[in-house]
Each structure stands twice: as structure tokens, then as C-alpha cells.
């Protein structure tokens, strides 16, 4: 039997030490101080639902947002199993929604503002509730471009991010940690590819527009102390990317959303303007 079988006594050896330095690693981190809270783009499903339960589980209290008429299932159950999630509506392309809830949210500081919700694809015939519709990508490639649907990625990805990061400024330089974070790609690369495979021309420039925006914010806001960093999840199986589930390369939300959060933690403000992976290393602009 090699060190490589599931149940050799030096693999469970192995795993126990891993363990064990896990729980001790876990146990020498900071506790999150009470104060601590962080406001979720997009939170209703794939990497932004996974923020608000990694969070709520955390003990932070979650500003959970979504953009439906109704609070979408995936929430009302997350808030009924944490007291410390609140659910609120913010689409984030429009300006007076943002601000009626900065307003709400007044005296409340936000320590990380997560900017997560984006579009993709053309999702406009799947049934809200579908959560497996894989949307249609081929809108996006030349020749058949659907120049609404880049109206959209634009206002969600681009101005969306802009808008949220300014109507709650106040409430992030207000807090301990002073944090925004924007959940962009490494679709938004112009040097980090070699040769670019065709397709999906809106998404691409759009994170490459995050990118340059948030790095302007950045260096608007180093002075008050605010941390801005951009973030790429990498390949995430989230239920809209059902189909994508044979490939390997893919990885769970728990593994990308749980690093994003270590490397959160992690920033000061030395890192502001940077563009880095989930697990903190830095990808090419
Ligand atoms: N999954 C990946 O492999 C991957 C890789 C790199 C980057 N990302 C980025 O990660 C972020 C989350 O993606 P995801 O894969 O988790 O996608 P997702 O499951 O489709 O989630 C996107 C979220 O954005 C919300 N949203 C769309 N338009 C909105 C609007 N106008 N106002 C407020 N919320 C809006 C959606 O709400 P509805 O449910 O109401 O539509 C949904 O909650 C995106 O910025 C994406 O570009 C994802």
C-alpha cells in the first residue's frame, strides 16, 4: 500500500497533523471585531450568495442585496438560519436605489463593500426561478452581436460597481476596515493572454473597464485610508454554470469564495489598485 491510498496509516497521520494545524492556524487569527459587516452585491446566488453565507457563518453581519421585485428564497433562508443577515433590494445600475438605501443605512458602517453582482450572458429568456439555465453566450461573438445585451453588461458591470462604490463611501470610510472590493475576471486581461480565443466580447471589455475604473478609485481614495482591490474569482461552478461542471478546471464556490475571503482579510491598504487571483497572487492587467 502507497502514502497515496485514501486509507494508509500515513496519509491519516498526515491529515490529522493537517488538521490540527488548521485548528490551530484558525484559533491564533484575529476574531472579527462586533462591529464587522460587509454589504454583498448580487447576493441571491452563485459567488455572492456564497460571500453571504461564508460571512453570516463568520458571525459578520451580512447586507445581503439582491434586484428582484421579491427577497429570492436563497436569502429569506439564509436570514432565517442567521440572525446577522438583513436583506435588502439594490439594483445596482440605478442611482436613486442606491442612494435611498445609503440613506437607510446611514449611521451603519460597511467594513467591506463587496461589488459582486455582474451579467455574462444573455439570460433574458431564462424564468428568474431557473436557476440552471445556462444563458446564451453566442450574443456576445462577432457577427452576431446583441447590442442590448451590451447595454446591459455595461450598466450591471461597469457603471453598477461605480454607482455602489460612491453612494456608500461615507459608510465604508466610516468603518474599521475600510475595504471595497470588485469581483472582476481574468477575462478582463488585455497582457495576461498570449493569443485571445474569440467570443464573449461584451464580458471581456467589460471586466477590462472594472478593472481600469476601480484602479482610479483607487487612487481616489488612498487618501482616506480606503483599501480597493479587484478581485478574480477564477473558473467558480455556480448554478447558472451547471453545464461547465465536466471540466475539470472548474472549482467549487466554497474553494474560490473561501480563499477571496482569506485574501480580504488579508489587504491593507499598501495593496490598494491591485488586481489580484482569489488566493492573493497577482494576475496580469
Ligand atoms: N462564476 C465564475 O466562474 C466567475 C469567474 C470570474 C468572475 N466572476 C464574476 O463573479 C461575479 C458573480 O458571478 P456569478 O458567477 O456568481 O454569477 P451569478 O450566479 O449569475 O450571479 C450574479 C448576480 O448578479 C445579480 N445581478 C444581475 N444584474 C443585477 C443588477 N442590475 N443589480 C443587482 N444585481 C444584479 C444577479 O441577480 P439575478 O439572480 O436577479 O439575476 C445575481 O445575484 C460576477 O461579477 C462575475 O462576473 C464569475
Redesign the pocket.
Known sequence: MTDSSADSPCRRALLIAAGLLGLSLAAARPAPAVADTVLI????????LEFAKEYAAKGWTVIA????SEP?RTLTELAARYANVRIER????SVDEARALARKLEDVPIDVLID?????ND?SHCR?DDEECPGDWSVESFGKLKYSLLDTIM???IK?PLIVAEAFYDNVKASREKKIIA???S?GTLTGEKSPAQGAIFYRMS?AALNREMQIVAASTRRDGVTVVML?????L????EYLRRYPEMLTTAFTVGHMIETIDRVTIRDTGRFLRYDGATEPW
Open positions: 452585491t448580487g447576493a441571491n446566488s452563485g459567488i455572492g442585496t439582491h434586484r428582484r429570492p439594490l439594483d445596482v445600475t459582486n453582482a455582474g451579467v455574462y439570460r428568474a450598466a450591471v458591470n453598477g469581483i472582476s475576471s477575462n471586466k478574480n474569482p477564477g473558473p467558480t455556480t448554478e447558472h454554470q
